[in-house]
């Protein structure tokens, strides 16, 4: 309620292509990461009770992250080393039929630009056996979002969702060579939505 409340009283929100998303059923959505809007955005668009979040462990030491990821049973995820903790508890959720959101580059953008691809998102798409849906996000970077709301303006966020697609399962021999160019294809279907 509180999500949702703010971004209708500062927010004019725009999804193009949301009918591409699947109403049930486990899949990781991928998309470019600008902003701190982008997490809480996916709980206003989405009425699913089964989203999994990864939130990184450098908010671990804030009370009030701390309290938000304990509502949201979001996932710590140490973005620096192999967590096979996360991706376990998030790889046995996507079998589920949980909703993985993760952005592959790892971070926010400092420049808005979208970065270079981490194979997280391919590698736990292939595991599950899942489908993956590209989003592009505009309008929720950090400077703008201060920016408009200093001036008392409404925010304008553009959501693009792209059609889902599957990424061929990955073989034993070359793998890590398979999910750099399984993250390529997943950065390239951003790109076209961007």
């Not at 009283?9 to 193009?16: E, K, R, Y």
Request: glycine share 8%.
């Amino acid at each position: 309620f509180l999500v949702w409340s703010i971004f209708k009283l500062t927010s004019h929100i725009q999804v193009v292509g949301f009918d591409n998303l699947p109403t049930e059923g486990g899949y990781v959505i991928v998309s470019n990461h600008i902003g701190r809007l982008d997490a809480p955005l996916v709980y206003y668009l989405l009425d699913r009770q089964d989203i999994i979040m990864l939130v990184a462990e450098k908010y671990r030491s804030s009370g009030f992250y701390r309290w938000l990821a304990r509502q949201l049973d979001a996932i710590w995820v140490d973005r620096y080393n192999a967590d096979f903790s996360a991706l376990r508890a998030a790889l046995k959720r996507l079998r589920q039929g949980g909703l993985l959101v993760i952005a592959p580059e790892g971070t926010r953008s400092p420049d808005g630009m979208l970065g270079h691809g981490q194979p997280g998102a391919s590698y736990l798409a292939d595991k599950a056996g899942v489908a993956v849906v590209p989003v592009a996000l505009t309008g929720t970077e950090d400077q703008v979002v201060k920016d408009k709301l200093r001036r008392l303006q409404r925010l304008s966020l553009l959501v693009r969702v792209g059609q889902p697609f599957s990424l061929p399962p990955l073989s034993t021999n070359g793998r890590d060579a398979q999910l750099a160019v399984h993250t390529t294809e997943i950065m390239c279907q951003i790109a076209a939505l961007l």
